[in-house]
């Protein structure tokens, strides 16, 4: 969901070659991700494109949800309205996988924090803790079940269906 140019699915999908994805987003970003080129040649026949607006709706019929760096974009009362609409598209034995960073829960200084006042100022979004994600999900139904680390700065958020 918000997928962009594709380039994480397509990374997905080549350590994954039995498994197909959907990149999602809006119309013209699709466009523009078709000319990028990620998800063309061997991974053409396993990855597919739907046309939406993740604030309205969700594609169905997937198992997983993925959204990178998105959450963050948007205060809490709209981060809450995207992921129930996640949650209604989410089959019960399925997951909604996050990819963002987190705020440490100590008054201490870090890249998050800056991140924070920025996406704050620019989008109106906020960095949250993992504590605030985990209620952010619970809230749309969904049960935060675990948190990797990825090294990039970024956490990979794996919530299940309650």
């Known amino acids: 969901m918000g997928g962009g140019n594709g ?4 990374e997905i999908l080549k350590v994954h ?27 053409a026949a ?10 309205r709706e969700v594609p169905q019929g997937c198992r997983a949800y993925m959204m990178k760096s998105v959450i963050h974009d948007w205060n809490n009362e709209d981060a809450y309205g995207i992921l129930v609409n996640r949650r209604e598209a ?3 034995n399925g997951a909604l996988l996050l990819m963002e960073g987190d705020l440490p ?6 890249r998050g924090k800056s991140a924070d006042l920025v996406m704050m100022v ?3 979004g906020k960095e949250r803790t993992i504590e605030e994600y985990r209620t952010l999900l ?3 139904g969904f049960a935060l079940n675990k948190v990797t680390p990825t090294g990039a700065e970024l956490n990979l958020i794996e919530a299940l269906p309650v």
Request: aromatic share 8%; proline share 7%; glycine share 12%.
């Open 90 to 92: 989410t089959p019960n």
């Open 46 to 55: 396993r990855a597919s494109f739907a046309d939406c607006d993740f604030l």
């Open 7 to 10: 380039i994480l699915l397509s």
């Open 138 to 140: 619970r809230g749309a």
């Open 122 to 124: 620019l989008a109106g």
């Open 17 to 43: 070659p039995n498994q197909r994805g959907v990149l999602a987003d809006l119309p013209h970003v699709l466009d523009w991700a078709r000319e990028r080129g990620f998800l063309g040649g061997g991974l």
């Open 105 to 110: 829960e100590e008054n201490a200084p870090s």
